[in-house]
């Protein structure tokens, strides 16, 4: 693998020439051998020429064998690239890199210094695949705590195929304007009142009797659609200057929906697949729990295994595997048992070579290593089941028929009861 | 006529500028304008170049709209087919140089410019940083 060559290259120099060394992976994928010449002048020359035979192993994943080095002394900025917030230390050689990657490169650093825990819990629906249930799965979480008398904030970051503003709001209900204008425009600006107003609507579903709360719902998009694809470009581009980076984005419009709304809890849909937005979403929000839904097929697990091993990779694996859970997205009514077997198995296996802790004799002395039996309930990995029943086949939360009810316990309760033990207690103190 | 680098071009082209301005007795303006839009045209270009816009043998660009000087340049690079790539290395729509022009290196003393020579420092500045960005971002090394 050409990443662990060129690791191997820059570990096995000198410390001091070692720590002036730096890798730079291109957006092509493409390694670089970048050296400070500031620190260290006199080993450029020794450098350049060892590299030459290092590009030719790597290729087509360099330069090319005439490659060059990258000097510090040439660029008009080094410290914007030895010095990079996006600079990462390799867990397994100690040698640092700088991905330059377009997408899942903000993802991938670390939360936010600003981010102060001073806002409501914030649960993420994440699936790695469509089609498992999530979006149901978060209108009845929000649902169940509207009527114990919360006010749930629902945001819908499915930007390119929202499913859960529709669940919950009618299409006369959508407000204005959608998440996807507010990224918009903090691409060029502050979001102003209003525009806040705009995005948010209460959903018909908190008129209902038994409901005691609120549900707010953030969509995707609003009512005026406008240039789709242009807006959906330009919500992704970085601007100009780094507080506009789309998780930068992501954290502002969440503080200023829950200025709006004072809920009592967020729920976020995150989109499908190894994307930003679902990685995002994870990482910098600070979110109380990031639950996956997942099946127990080859295809989900392969996916997770790469989300998984680059955050390991990259040594950032402590910062957020305490906050995930896996959630057996339908369950079958028959062969359940089995299902829920093999599918922890499958999530163990993964949780195991990725994020948890190595099981050796270091590990098991220590009392704070993060790893856990595959049959522990407590662990991560123990997938929280979500039961399919014919009942929600067609269910929609703003439907009619309230024959699902009797099957919500039995097919969600363990979920709801996992959100709800991320919120402090009832509230029914209040007014 | 040799290889062309455009990356190499605009950091001498700027080094060059800020040595003449911070000359004494008297900083040497007017020249040091032309360096700096000099080093502004090339690091839009070495970008340009990066982003796949045809190029001669010798690594120039040969698209009649981007063969220019910074001062029609850099509307055509802000217009330049935005992508997801291109997006990142926005130098922003006002044009900092339409005020600057390749003729005043034949006019007079009096007439020749460099007033505005801090101003552009500053724009070409900003160009290359750019410029280094999609450096870094497309293979360093390969200069």
């Known amino acids: 693998m050409a990443l662990e060559a060129a690791a191997g290259f820059v570990a096995s120099q000198q410390p001091k020439v070692r720590d002036a060394l730096l890798l730079v992976r291109d957006l092509a994928g493409r390694i670089t051998i970048a050296v400070d010449d500031r620190r260290v002048p006199g080993a450029v020359a020794e450098i350049a020429e060892a590299v030459g035979p290092l590009y030719a192993q790597l290729a087509p994943w360099s330069p090319g064998a005439t490659g060059a080095v990258l000097l510090a002394s040439r660029l008009l900025d080094p410290d914007a690239i030895f010095s990079a917030s996006g600079v990462v230390t390799l867990a397994d050689s100690g040698v640092r890199l700088l991905d330059r990657l377009v997408t899942g490169r903000e993802w991938l650093s670390l939360p936010p210094e600003g981010e102060t825990g001073d806002h409501p819990p914030r649960v993420v629906f994440y699936g790695v695949k469509g089609g498992v249930g999530r979006t149901t799965a978060a209108s009845v979480v929000a649902l169940e705590l509207a009527r114990e008398g919360r006010t749930v904030l629902v945001v819908d970051l499915d930007l390119e195929s929202p499913g859960l503003s529709h669940a919950l709001l009618r299409e006369e209900d959508m407000p204005a304007r959608g998440l996807l204008d507010a990224y918009v425009d903090l691409g060029v600006g502050p979001l102003d009142e209003d525009g806040v107003r705009d995005m948010v609507q209460r959903s018909p579903v908190s008129d209902r009797p038994e409901v005691d709360g609120t549900i707010w719902v953030a969509p995707a998009r609003g009512q005026i659609a406008g240039d789709f694809l242009g807006k959906l470009s330009r919500a992704y581009v970085d601007g100009i200057g780094s507080t506009t980076g789309f998780a930068s984005r992501t954290v502002e419009i969440l503080r200023r929906l829950e200025a709006q709304v004072q809920p009592d809890v967020v729920l976020i849909d995150s989109r499908a697949g190894l994307h930003d937005i679902a990685a995002v979403a994870l990482t910098r929000l600070n979110a109380e729990i990031g639950l996956i839904f997942a099946a127990a097929s080859t295809q989900t697990w392969s996916d997770l295994e790469v989300l998984f091993a680059a955050w390991n990779q990259r040594g950032l694996a402590t910062v957020f595997r305490e906050r995930l859970q896996v959630v057996a997205a339908l369950v079958p009514e028959l062969g359940a048992e089995d299902y829920q077997r093999r599918l922890r198995a499958r999530a163990h296996e993964v949780f195991s070579r990725t994020l948890y802790d190595e099981e050796d004799a270091a590990s098991l002395e220590r009392l704070d290593a993060f790893n856990f039996d595959r049959d522990d309930e407590s662990a991560p990995h123990w997938p929280l089941p979500v039961r399919w029943n014919r009942a929600f086949f067609d269910w929609e939360a703003m439907g009619e028929g309230h024959d699902h009810e009797a099957f919500i316990q039995p097919c969600y309760g363990e979920l709801v009861q996992r959100v709800r033990a991320c919120l402090p207690e009832s509230v029914v103190e209040r007014g | ?143």
């Open chain 2, 1 to 143: 006529m040799g290889k062309v680098n455009y990356w190499e071009a605009a950091v001498r082209h700027y080094h060059d500028g800020k040595v003449l301005l911070s000359s004494q007795p008297v900083p040497r303006e007017a020249n040091a304008d032309q360096l700096f839009g000099l080093a502004a045209e090339c690091a839009l270009k070495a970008i340009l170049v990066w982003l796949g816009v045809p190029t001669d043998a010798d690594g120039g660009v040969t698209e009649p709209g981007v063969k220019k000087h910074i001062d029609a340049l850099w509307p055509e690079y802000v217009n330049h087919p935005d992508g997801r790539v291109a997006a990142r290395y926005q130098v922003g729509a006002q044009n900092p140089f339409h005020d600057w022009s390749v003729h005043h290196r034949y006019l007079a003393d009096v007439h020749a410019g460099g007033s505005a020579a801090a101003a552009h420092e500053r724009a070409a500045f900003a160009c290359l940083l750019a410029a280094q960005k999609a450096l870094a971002d497309h293979g360093g090394g390969s200069l």
